[in-house]
């Protein structure tokens, strides 16, 4: 597996220098401002993921103050306690994406949301707290106890929301392919505990987050 020092240097020439490399990297939010926001925020912004998921993420934002009309400023409790009359005629509310399987879990994310907040004082300090270096455990997480948030879409949700977090995005993948650490699409509980790792590695060399990792794993497959 290559230092990321070599890494960089080939992503730097690829972005076309340094300044320009380092103008596309995301940044994360510190634990101490992510367990100040509030859940419902978390929510719009999960069930934001979600209805974006397929479709043209700009034309979702823009349609996005309705939603938060009719999900009632998606607080978690009131979401949660929707029955399914409420959700049947959102089904006829042409103001939205009328997609059921996504108004659906828009109420099963709020109950789960609810029920990590019972656990743990709050969703926004459970999520604050999640060690980085387990971040892959976080996705798992996510796509078992909540709706529609496997695959690229925990780790997006996770990006939106400023929680460090790396992505596997195809040029991402390739990357990992290409330093040898392993040839694989990090689809499995398995791959992903490797991509982890070497993530893991990566951080403690260059004292990055893992999101400016990932961006400049991106870059260094992304050009050639």
Not at 10 to 17: C, F, S, V
Not at 59 to 83: A, L
Not at 182 to 187: H, I, T
Not at 197 to 203: C, G, H, L, Q, Y
């Amino acid at each position: 597996m290559k230092r990321f020092a070599d890494i960089l240097k080939r992503a730097e020439k690829n972005a076309g220098g340094a300044a320009a490399l380092k103008a596309r990297l995301p940044s994360p939010e510190t634990p101490n401002t992510l367990r100040k926001l509030g859940d419902d925020r978390y929510l719009s912004t999960m069930s934001l993921r979600v209805f974006a998921a397929g479709l043209r993420h700009s034309m979702v934002r823009d349609k996005w103050p309705v939603f938060e009309e009719v999900f009632q400023g998606f607080v978690p409790k009131r979401v949660g306690s929707f029955p399914d009359e409420s959700l049947e005629a959102l089904m006829k509310d042409a103001r939205i994406i009328r997609h059921w399987g996504k108004i659906s879990a828009t109420r099963t994310n709020a109950i789960a949301m609810t029920e990590i907040a019972a656990e743990h004082g709050s969703f926004a300090g459970w999520l604050a707290d999640w060690p980085v270096d387990d971040i892959t455990g976080l996705w798992a997480v996510l796509q078992k106890r909540f709706s529609q948030l496997g695959g690229a879409s925990g780790p997006m949700f996770l990006r939106w929301v400023g929680k460090d977090t790396f992505m596997l995005s195809p040029d991402v993948v390739r990357a990992l392919n290409e330093l040898g650490v392993a040839k694989s699409e990090f689809k499995g509980v398995k791959d992903r505990k490797i991509a982890q790792d070497a993530f893991n590695a990566w951080k403690a060399e260059s004292s990055q987050p893992l999101c400016q990792i990932s961006m400049t794993l991106a870059v260094y497959a992304g050009v050639q």
